[in-house]
């Protein structure tokens, strides 16, 4: 089926109410588009469990810093739509910024607690930019369940609890980061990386993965995970550390030691040159 394309939200709120009253079941998939094969796999996972897959490309200015890429962030929504519907994705949702934010537009949403560490400390706005898209996304596109990508891992926390406190009734699916063979998790914004950061960058994972290999070996001490952590990092001067820290999984929490049948993960951000990249992994308690 060719890919239906929807650019107003009381066509697409439309379209969702005639579909449900048909009883199919819709899944939302929300991106800033310039897609790659971690998104595909989002949408092929939705086209599984799901009738109807709605991808939605939007590019938030609110999720945006001043000095952060709005700008220069990538975008090519012929190429997105190709890989939409070679996913299976049968609908694009594709608002203006104008359809989005009108000029009286005025509220945002604030998921208090969650958003304070990592991510929020060091991009003001940000989850509040995004807590609020999502929820006009939800709004416009109106699906059973929505699909996030664990590599935004405090974002996925953010979107769960925002759901919760707000009834929204909309069942949150996290699906695993994609990986470059050379552990690379995929980004839209690895395009800005030149073919030596490429090199470089893959110093996240093998730090992420020391972390996590720590723990296996029964460390819970958070500062002897972090440090082994940093160590490597270290080792590449090119990448500047914004954090390389271990948490609870489910809230976050940063205690000195974590209790052992705690699942916990394992989160870096920093800048390889101009372009900043984010990377994590998770460890699963046996019991
Ligand atoms: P973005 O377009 O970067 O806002 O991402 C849209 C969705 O795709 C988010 O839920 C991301 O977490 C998810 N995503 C981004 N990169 C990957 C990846 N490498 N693997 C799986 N999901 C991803």
Do not use: W
């Not at 706005?125 to 996030?148: D, I, M, Q, S």
């Not at 460390?219 to 972090?226: F, Q």
């Not at 705690?262 to 460890?283: C, S």
């Amino acid at each position: 089926m060719p890919l239906t394309i929807i650019t107003t939200i009381k066509e697409m709120q439309d379209l969702s109410d005639t579909l449900r009253k048909q009883g199919k079941t819709i899944a939302c998939v929300p991106t800033m588009g310039y897609l790659h094969a971690g998104h595909a796999s989002l949408i092929k996972e939705a086209v599984k469990s799901h009738d109807i897959v709605i991808t939605t490309i939007f590019v938030n200015p609110l999720q945006f810093g001043p000095k952060e890429d709005f700008e220069r962030y990538p975008r090519d929504t012929e190429r997105d739509k190709n890989i939409i519907e070679a996913s299976g994705g049968s609908i694009l949702f594709y608002p203006s910024i104008d359809e989005m934010y009108p000029p009286d537009y005025q509220t945002t949403i604030s998921v208090t607690n969650i958003s304070k560490s990592f991510e929020g400390a060091f991009r003001p706005g940000h989850f509040e930019g995004v807590a609020t898209v999502v929820a006009k996304l939800f709004g416009a596109t109106k699906p059973h369940t929505a699909f996030f990508g664990q590599k935004d891992y405090q974002q996925t926390l953010i979107i769960k609890q925002m759901v919760h406190d707000l009834n929204l009734g909309i069942c949150i699916s996290i699906v695993p980061t994609l990986r470059e063979s050379s552990g690379l998790a995929m980004s839209s914004r690895n395009v800005y990386l030149s073919d030596d950061e490429k090199k470089q960058a893959l110093v996240l994972h093998s730090a992420l993965s020391e972390g996590h290999s720590l723990i296996e070996h029964g460390e819970r001490k958070r500062a002897k995970i972090e440090q082994v952590m940093h160590d490597i990092l270290a080792t590449c001067p090119e990448f500047t550390i914004q954090y390389a820290s271990v948490a609870e999984a489910d809230t976050l929490a940063t205690p000195d030691i974590f209790l052992e049948n705690k699942d916990l993960v394992l989160l870096i951000a920093g800048f390889l040159g101009k372009t900043r990249l984010i990377d994590n992994m998770l460890y699963l308690s046996k019991s």
